[in-house]
């Protein structure tokens, strides 16, 4: 998979020899996902991206034993660029948080995660 310019100068973003986004889980590939098409649909130019980006992965504190992974940095951004253009707020993003985790914990092991678990 090849990326766009833009999208692989993204900071420190993990990638393999062939220019494409490294994932260690199927959450990380799915938020990367979620990210360019929220991008192409024009809810925020790559630069904005960048930037909120850039300014979570600045929080990282080099003592720090247990830092966030990269994904996790990405996460923390796209939902507070998601919440800064008004797509969607902090108590919606907390409710869906919750029911996924409901899920999460109501899903047997080995089995796909469903929001329809917890009687949504």
């Known amino acids: ?3 766009p310019d833009a999208v692989q100068a993204t900071p420190r973003l993990p ?3 062939d220019g494409g986004p ?3 889980a ?3 590939a799915r938020v990367f996902a979620m990210t360019l098409k929220a991008h192409q649909a024009g809810l925020f130019s790559w630069g904005e991206w960048a930037e909120t980006l850039g300014a979570e992965l600045a929080k990282d504190d080099p003592a720090d034993t247990n ?3 990269y994904y ?3 996460l923390n951004a796209f939902e507070k660029i998601l919440t800064a253009k008004d797509v969607t707020g902090a108590h919606q993003l907390a ?3 919750k029911a996924w985790d409901e899920a999460a914990r109501a899903t047997p092991h ?3 995660i469903e929001l329809s678990r917890i009687g949504r």
């Open 67 to 69: 830092p966030l992974n």
């Open 22 to 24: 490294v994932f260690t």
């Open 26 to 28: 199927p959450w990380e």
């Open 15 to 17: 990638l393999d020899q």
């Open 110 to 112: 080995g089995d796909p």
């Open 1 to 3: 998979m090849t990326l």
């Open 72 to 74: 996790d940095h990405w």
């Open 95 to 97: 409710e869906l948080k």
